[in-house]
């Protein structure tokens, strides 16, 4: 099968950045949108931003022109790059992608802390 391991989170002062990674490992096949969630603790598991086979992303409206959604076809990996960051973006932030033969996988997920 295949697994996604995230990296990257940590402790970041508002109006810092943070750059997540999401790297896939195993029989990575079929692969389609990847997307990247986030959770805080007592809240939904929110979509952030996704990106397709094709390079075509899409955001939720309150991260538009902070994060940056990318990926690295040779390395298997996807980015998220978190500018400006503000307290509320706090969470644990999930990988997931979509394959044709695993069906929707999940990563394992990384902290994003925001404070002073």
């Known amino acids: 099968q295949v697994q996604l391991v995230e990296s990257g989170g940590g402790l970041v002062q508002p109006g810092g950045s943070l750059r997540l990674s999401c790297v896939a490992s195993?029989?990575?096949?079929?692969?389609?949108?990847t997307r990247w969630y986030r959770q805080a603790p007592g809240k939904q598991r929110d979509l952030v931003a996704s990106i397709t086979t094709g390079g075509r992303s899409d955001y939720v409206d309150s991260v538009k022109g902070r994060f940056t959604i990318s990926k690295n076809n040779t390395k298997n990996t996807v980015y998220l790059q978190m500018n400006s960051l503000k307290p509320e973006d706090t969470a644990v932030y999930y990988c997931?992608?979509?394959?044709?033969?695993?069906?929707?996988?999940w990563g394992q997920g990384t902290q994003v802390t925001v404070s002073s």
């Open positions: 195993g029989n990575i096949i079929g692969i389609s949108t």
């Open positions: 997931n992608a979509d394959f044709a033969v695993w069906g929707s996988k």
